[in-house]
């Protein structure tokens, strides 16, 4: 049995020495070369893995081989989700990483010596916990929150409305799910299974040329799901390896698969990589059919066929310049040369729209509509002046 003062007192100084090399005024410190702070990352990660008595992690020896293989293929299918969704939506982008050899060999420098810092400190406290019975939960806890406090960009979520929304939701949300995932592959696997994890994760960033450039809604949606539903399939994989389920129950493993297959294929939708896409109706303009906070569902339009196919009364979603208009066709026009443009109205509004809708500004029809389902987005959007008939799209 371990003594719990003597190492609660040695990870509340390994905790506060990783926070203080984290703290922007320490790094603000060692500008004075790119060789310090990986110096010091590298001093406490030889500290507490050779400086320390090693208290070991929950998952036995003889699976740590599974367990690091499926970090590895946990993180390759994270890259090409998030690829082929930015490859379907045209949103694939410079890398703004320097790659000349001497950049990518700086890059790297600041990268791994703090990957292998935070995991070792990471496995030290989820280690400590597994000593401690009764400070399990709470070793925990403060082990991961402290971990992603440290890689919060503090500094976006000083804003307000929906600059704070969107910085939570898409960055903040994510960090913490990550961590989450990588405490579960700690957990089972030991600190190099979510270095690895980790590892071609950010290296994968910093050395690829091009990099998916997706929206807060694409960026939110995988990064809160995906490592969240990943570290469920860790866990029951674990729990098939070392029997701790019955044998009629391991097809759970199979449902866990099936879960995050439905949770990708849900993101996409709203992302709009489907031929339909939900969207979010802001404004009263076409009620009573449409009510502000429904949701709709737009089928895209992708050939002049579709286009010629529209008829008086249809309802349609298009652009104007930056926002997105949802009215229904009052008049088909088609001029001498055969080109199409529509006359829209709100069925809510007194007189049809001023300016005429071309073919080119059709998104699609709408199919379907669900009431109420969007009142989280109209709340984010109520401080601001909405447009009659605008709506925030799942696509860009």
């Known amino acids: 049995m371990i003594s719990t003062k003597k190492y609660g007192i040695t990870a509340i100084a390994i905790f506060l020495l990783f926070a203080g090399f984290s703290a922007p005024a320490w790094q603000r410190l060692m500008n004075f070369s790119v060789f310090a702070m990986p110096i010091c990352w590298v001093s406490l990660f ?93 070793l925990m806890v403060f082990t991961t929150l402290l971990l992603t406090a440290t890689q919060w960009n ?34 089972y696997g030991g600190p190099a299974t979510s270095m690895l994890y980790l590892g071609i994760l950010q290296v994968f960033e910093r050395i690829f040329p091009v990099l998916p450039n997706l929206g807060w809604l ?46 990708v294929l849900f993101c996409w939708f709203c992302v709009g990589v489907f031929r339909y896409y939900p969207s979010v109706v802001l404004t009263g303009s076409m009620e009573p059919l449409i009510q502000p906070g429904d949701a709709v569902v737009i089928r895209k339009l992708k050939t002049e066929a579709e286009l010629e196919q529209l008829r008086e009364g249809d ?43 071309a073919p080119n500004d059709i998104q699609g029809t709408v199919e379907k509509i669900v009431p109420k389902v969007g009142m989280p987005v109209l709340l984010l959007k109520s401080q601001e002046e909405i447009p009659e008939g605008v709506v925030e799209n799942g696509a860009k």
């Open 218 to 263: 694409a960026k939110s949606a995988i990064g809160i799901c995906y490592p969240v539903f990943f570290a469920q399939i860790l866990k029951a994989r674990y729990e098939v390896l070392n029997h701790e389920v019955l044998p009629d129950r391991e097809e759970n493993f199979g449902s866990y698969i099936a879960s995050i297959s439905a949770a």
């Open 315 to 357: 309802i349609i979603n298009f652009k104007r310049e930056d926002i997105t208009i949802t009215h229904r066709i009052l008049t088909i026009k088609k001029d001498e040369a055969g080109n199409l443009s529509f006359v829209t109205k709100g069925d809510n509004n007194d007189s049809p729209d001023q300016q005429e809708v």
């Open 46 to 138: 030889l500290l507490v893995q050779f400086g320390l008595p090693q208290l070991g992690t929950y998952g036995k020896l003889v699976h740590r081989g599974t367990m690091q293989s499926c970090a590895v293929l946990g993180a390759l299918m994270k890259l090409a989700l998030c690829f082929l969704l930015a490859a379907f939506l045209k949103e694939l982008a410079p890398s703004p990483y320097d790659h000349t050899p001497l950049g990518v060999l700086y890059n790297l420098l600041a990268l791994l010596p703090l990957l292998a810092a935070r995991e070792t400190v990471r496995a030290y406290g989820l280690g400590l916990a597994i000593y401690l019975p009764r400070w399990r939960v709470p």
């Open 154 to 187: 503090w500094a976006k979520l000083t804003g307000s409305g929906k600059s704070l929304f969107i910085a939570v939701c898409s960055e903040t949300l994510p960090v913490l799910a990550e961590n989450l995932a990588a405490c579960v592959l700690v957990w």
